[in-house]
């Protein structure tokens, strides 16, 4: 159960000026509740009650607030406390914030840091942005081999509190390279006098600085570990990620996906308290793009006006095999596309996810254009009208699982986002081609 | 990097009948990896790979490979051997073995098993599914307050070697209730005389057995634990549930989100190991649901017959606006959707939100239809037409994102997955009152 963070109450304490009690309330709330709290708080209060913590639960609450807490918490306070604050932070949240701040501001802090975490900070900022140098810390645990369990034992002793996890500890030779892993749970169980070579597991894998965050994230998944190690590209260890950081990653990410596929630019994880203009322009683009392709289906139907004419009542029905088609084809291209996203497929299975894709379309196509054709022939009792409709259905739903199948493949195979390119594809094929073969079929079956 | 697996040589040795260079392949790989290269062996390969590996390595391997490998693995032994593996697995992944066995070898396997295992298999089976007592395991590490910590960690070192974790550590009462929690690393850094009381925290974070999994995956993902307690209706503490299993929970809802999203019914995580006609039968509903919708359009147009006939090249806008709508009220759910579902969006906000997004579509509607006034005049040369499908567009977005911002929260607070219900009721309202306020002002601007 979360804890209750009673809001009004810890702002009405501060405002009585009453700060005891309102301390005696934040102290056994957990980091991330005490800045979610403090985050509630109107402006003018937040670093009132920030400098109510004790100074090491604040830079644990620092880390959990959003960049633009942080940001005015660091402009509230005279400087050699922010300096102590964004010293002590961990390497990788810092680098966080630092993204987030004006380059002058950074500039300046970087200058007063400890030469020690200034160096780590401007190595991390030097990675690219979504690489898992950007998000590693360089706090962290290396065992030399020759070492036994309990001088381990004792070193990390006298490390853990500098360091981001101790659970898993990394063996390193003479130049830093890794040469072995093992965990704090092996260390723990063996005997006092066994060496850390004899314990160590050799089969070690790892990242590169520039490996991409969400193939990391991928990793830790799949292996079920807590941490991460990162190597340069002369195989030394620069530093970990831990698995609370890569969670956030996949939060990130599939928040991006999602938005990819409902057509919205993602603007980070504050959607919602992004300014409106912004939010219009984050979306104008794709509309703008879809607004194009469906002028082609309005040139088919321009096309065919003599048609329409005579027969008014096949209109009713482009709505419905259009709509129909995009759902099919949405379907298709929703399972590609998550299937690559988690690498559930692969690219070398296209031709034979694309076949079973269509042969589904095929299937769904009859029962739905069976369906159709009843419904139509008693809206109408125009059989031909009937018929056009419910094989046109068949068609477009072959046409459209096809293309949702293939699509994302081929997009993916050209680099591109396949969420982001496929739709407007597929809504044009289907849309195009739906209505050219409705109106051809139609003027078939009719004779006009 | 992932380790490569070389699959095509691993088959070759086995072909050869050359076991032990197939087993020296094998052993130094991750479990994960070793799991993926069984499953992707031949079937016939696959009890002769599995029965290579030392026998705890096995075990680990086991808990990797998909329920159907499991299974057909399961009847390819004798029976001793089944035992021992099925016995040996931890709690929480045998349920889910459990979960998908048909029920005559469940009972049987359980009859089998060894009294305390059988107990907490039937024990977690017993719960619903989805709840955080499903996915709980009880190899745990439990402490009294009074203990030394010296004394704790000779505990440990004991109990290690059947627990799923030792990082996180919990303390109970005579009458196991949760009183306190502590780290491993806690545990290593003290001084070895003091009292557990004296290190351990008192404000736990914790779960019941029947917390919805989601639920218990965001708590631990807020607070960067590596686990959660589980306790009873008498706060009794009965299980733990650990990172990565809560990882593949967020995986699993995130899938089953954006399969709703794009209108598959979910069929777990092997989609594409499912045959044809379940695929088919997934879609089949919802696709019906979207054609009985779209059949309020076509009575809609029906009921326009004469002037359509009139003014044939109102038709070719129909599909633009449709698809214009759509794709404005399908950003709106969406954003809205997943900020639902991450906890970013709470339904108090509710007015807010839907103000905000209305007034985002007026914008985009403005600016849509002005490009779209134009376009239409440009391809038809008639201003009436083009003024009636611009200022149409307007008002469709504006009803679009209405719409698509306000259906959700309605559904949510009826208890259904805004997800799921969404689509079909912004489609219609897009289609049927689009469509509608697009025939009435042609008809009142054209005087037909």
Redesign the interface.
């Known amino acids: 159960?979360?804890?209750d963070i009673e809001q009004v109450s810890l702002q009405s304490l501060l405002e009585a000026g009453n700060f005891d009690e309102a301390r005696s309330m934040l102290i056994?709330?957990?980091?991330?509740d005490v800045a979610e709290a403090i985050d509630e708080l109107p402006d003018t209060y937040q670093a009132v009650a920030f400098r109510l913590l004790p100074k090491d639960e604040a830079i644990e609450v620092y880390e959990y607030l959003p960049a633009k807490v942080q940001q005015s918490l660091l402009t509230e306070f005279r400087h050699p406390e922010v300096l102590e604050i964004v010293d002590r932070m961990s390497p990788d949240d810092r680098a966080r914030l630092f993204d987030e701040l004006p380059a002058k501001v950074v500039r300046q802090l970087l200058l007063q840091m400890s030469p020690a975490e200034r160096n780590v900070t401007a190595l991390i900022l030097g990675y690219p942005a979504d690489s898992a140098g950007r998000l590693m810390t360089s706090e962290f645990v290396t065992l030399r081999e020759t070492l036994t369990v309990g001088q381990a034992?004792e070193r990390?002793?006298r490390l853990?509190?500098s360091s981001e996890t101790?659970?898993t500890l990394y063996v390193t030779d003479d130049f830093r390279h890794l040469i072995g892993t093992l965990s704090?749970?092996d260390l723990?169980?063996a005997q006092p006098e066994y060496l850390i070579q004899e314990i160590m597991t050799?089969?070690v894998?790892?990242?590169?600085t520039d490996?991409d965050q969400e193939e990391a994230a991928r990793?830790i998944?799949?292996?079920?570990f807590?941490a991460l190690p990162v190597v340069d590209r002369e195989q030394r260890l620069v530093g970990i990620v831990t698995?609370?950081d890569l969670?956030?990653v996949?939060?990130a990410e599939?928040?991006e996906?999602?938005?990819t596929?409902?057509?919205?630019q993602s603007v980070g994880?504050e959607?919602?308290k992004t300014n409106?203009?912004t939010?219009?322009r984050k979306?104008?683009v794709?509309?703008?793009v879809?607004?194009v392709t469906?002028?082609a289906?309005?040139?088919v139907?321009?096309g065919q006006?003599d048609l329409?004419?005579q027969v008014?009542?096949l209109?009713?029905?482009?709505?419905?095999l259009?709509?129909?088609g995009?759902?099919?084809g949405?379907?298709s291209?929703?399972?590609v596309i998550?299937?690559l996203n988690?690498d559930?497929?692969r690219p070398s299975?296209m031709a034979k996810?694309v076949g079973?894709e269509t042969?589904?379309g095929l299937?769904?196509g009859l029962?739905?254009g069976t369906?159709?054709t009843f419904?139509a022939y008693f809206?109408?009792r125009n059989f031909g009208v009937a018929l056009s409709v419910g094989l046109s259905l068949i068609a477009i739903s072959v046409i459209a699982t096809f293309a949702g199948a293939a699509l994302p493949f081929v997009f993916k195979a050209m680099k591109f986002d396949p969420a982001l390119m496929s739709a407007p594809f597929i809504?044009t094929a289907v849309?195009v081609l739906g209505?050219m073969i409705y109106l051809n079929i139609a003027q078939l079956i009719l004779q006009v």
Chains 1, 2 share one sequence.
């Open positions: 159960m979360m804890q056994p709330m957990q980091s991330a034992l990390i002793r853990a509190r101790v659970y704090l749970r723990v169980v050799r089969e894998v790892f990242v590169q490996t990793l998944q799949r292996y079920d807590l698995i609370d969670m956030d996949i939060e599939v928040t996906d999602i938005y596929a409902g057509g919205v994880d959607y919602f409106l203009l939010v219009a979306r104008v794709w509309l703008l879809l607004l469906n002028t289906t309005s040139a139907i321009k006006e329409l004419q008014v009542i209109t009713a029905f482009i709505p419905l259009i709509g129909a995009g759902n099919v949405a379907q291209s929703t399972v998550r299937g988690t559930e497929v299975q996810i079973r042969l589904a299937l769904l029962l739905l369906a159709v419904w809206l109408e809504t849309d209505v």
